[in-house]
């Protein structure tokens, strides 16, 4: 298998984790996320969800980092 290929399948199957993970364990709408409704539109900023996943994705490349 060419490096692509195996680059599109890893990329897909980060996508439909990150995608089980939203759906499922409700990440999407943590207590600190700002929400802000005014007539028809809303405005959905999340604030809490990024620092999360940021904290997440910092550990995952450190280990992966630290084991290679």
């Known amino acids: 298998m060419t490096g692509m290929g195996k680059l599109l399948m890893i990329l897909g199957a980060v996508i439909f ?3 089980f993970l939203v759906h499922f364990f409700n990440l999407g709408k943590l207590p600190g996320d700002i929400v802000i409704k005014k007539g ?3 405005f959905y900023f999340p604030i809490v969800t990024s620092i999360v996943v940021s904290i997440l994705l910092s550990l995952i490349f450190y280990f992966v980092g630290r084991f290679r």
């Open 17 to 19: 984790i990150a995608g």
């Open 40 to 42: 028809g539109t809303t």
